[in-house]
């Protein structure tokens, strides 16, 4: 009786309960349509899905490159300025301010004896002011290339900390599905010991192999970490932001492009740092032409007014200029100017040699991880994977031993690991040869 008295009170209470539940169950349905769409779109804003992505946040984030830049709109700055006249000088003199001892001393100028106005313009020697203003160009030249050199320096440490990054993480997947056929094989071990077809050794075998895979796991998972704290260094976010999986790497360019003659010809003209040390050659010529051509003298050149009482009734004219005598001092300046461009012609020889003897070594390098991969994927990788079968299928039918399969298990893993390798190495070459050239290839 008393159960059917509740009977009614309970279908009450559980219908309230869903009215209640289901505005809750909408705001959560709301909720999670909002956020979710949210989550989605942080996720994707995040940079290192692909190496563009890396570059565009670092172009306008690094404060290296950025200070560059400021340098070098500086030095334009500079050289906008360079050459031009200095401020004219004027000069006010009163002269007898006490009129001969007739009055108490005055500071007007129609009531002392003499006001001489002087305005002063200073001259440089002819050509002084040309060599002046394109040694100034050439800085500048030479500033705006080691800003081109910073960014080809910082996009190349990205590409390949990116391509670094993608080889951790395929490596990661690769031994994550490894470490999921070695639990297979340990079961396969299992049933033939169990059956009395196998020795229990097989079985710890695959055991120890998956431990080895697990530790291997955790030495990846710290080279991830350090990996993305250099690529955040470089794009100035904190060390532990996260960043996107890689998705792909960048195609590589077709053997035809990679011509080693026409590459230098190249290298020779557009290379961030050659071109800044040729500026800077010319700039030295420049400054000891600017030092020869100091024997010769500046000049000042003037006019004042005189005027007496409130009138002007005199004109003077006055030419100054400066006795070059010193000359032991201006021939060591001319030495020293000479030694300059003695200096920046050698350093940029030495930086040729150095830029194409790096081409050359980073061309090789690109060829030889080409045809590495290439050598993997046509025949070592379907070889290794023949191989595996083969000695799976032996292993089941008891023709083999455990550790045969193991080796062919390690050979499969390991010519996809050199395949991956291969790959981040070409990048890295890439990366390397497209900092020499100073742009993309």
Same mark, same amino acid.
């Given at each position: ?17 869903? *009215?209640?539940?289901?505005?809750? =169950? /909408?705001?959560?349905?709301? %909720? +999670?349509?909002?956020? !979710? #769409?949210?989550? $989605? ?64 001393? *005055?500071?007007?100028?129609?009531? =002392? /004896?003499?006001?001489?106005? %002087? +305005?002063?313009?200073? !001259? #440089?020697?002819? $050509? ?314």
């Amino acid at each position: 009786m008393s159960s059917q008295f509740f009977a009614p009170a309970k279908g009450r209470i559980a219908s309230r309960l869903l *009215a209640v539940r289901r505005p809750a =169950v /909408g705001i959560i349905a709301c %909720l +999670l349509a909002v956020s !979710l #769409p949210a989550m $989605g779109q942080t996720s994707e804003a995040l940079p290192g899905n692909s190496v563009e992505s890396l570059l565009e946040y670092a172009k306008t984030r690094n404060p290296e490159f950025a200070s560059m830049r400021h340098e070098a709109d500086a030095a334009t700055d500079r050289a906008a300025s360079a050459g031009t006249l200095p401020d004219p000088k004027f000069r006010i003199e009163l002269q007898d301010i006490t009129k001969m001892g007739e009055q108490g001393p *005055a500071l007007s100028p129609a009531r =002392v /004896g003499k006001t001489r106005y %002087l +305005l002063m313009q200073d !001259l #440089p020697w002819f $050509g002084k002011r040309e060599l002046m203003r394109e040694a100034a160009q050439y800085e500048a030249e030479g500033a705006s290339g080691r800003a081109r050199g910073s960014w080809a320096d910082l996009s190349s440490r990205i590409k390949t900390g990116y391509a670094q990054l993608y080889y951790i993480d395929r490596n990661e997947s690769l031994t994550h599905e490894i470490l999921d056929l070695m639990v297979r094989l340990e079961k396969i071990a299992q049933v033939r010991y169990g059956g009395g077809l196998a020795a229990q050794s097989d079985a710890i075998r695959a055991q120890v192999e998956q431990t080895d895979m697990r530790n291997e796991l955790i030495a990846l998972e710290n080279e991830r970490r350090m990996t993305e704290a250099r690529l955040n260094m470089l794009l100035s976010r904190p060390a532990n932001a996260p960043l996107a999986r890689p998705e792909r790497l960048r195609t590589l360019p077709q053997p035809v492009r990679l011509d080693p003659a026409a590459l230098e010809d190249r290298v020779r003209g557009r290379n961030p740092q050659l071109f800044a040390d040729d500026a800077k050659l010319k700039a030295a010529e420049k400054n000891r032409d600017l030092a020869y051509k100091n024997r010769y003298p500046d000049f000042t050149v003037g006019v004042a007014p005189m005027q007496y009482g409130n009138a002007i009734k005199e004109w003077e004219l006055m030419v100054e200029f400066n006795i070059p005598i010193q000359q032991s001092s201006r021939r060591a300046q001319e030495r020293e100017a000479e030694a300059m461009v003695s200096a920046a012609r050698t350093r940029r020889e030495a930086t040729a040699n150095q830029v194409l003897s790096e081409l050359s070594e980073n061309l090789s390098g690109l060829d030889a991880a080409r045809r590495t991969e290439a050598s993997i994927t046509n025949s070592l990788l379907p070889q290794a994977e023949l191989t595996y079968k083969s000695a799976l299928a032996s292993y089941e039918n008891g023709k083999v031993d455990f550790a045969t399969l193991l080796d062919a298990q390690r050979q499969i893993r390991q010519a996809r690991q050199n395949q991956i390798k291969a790959q981040a190495e070409a990048q890295a070459r890439l990366a390397e040869i497209e900092r020499l050239l100073g742009e993309e290839l």
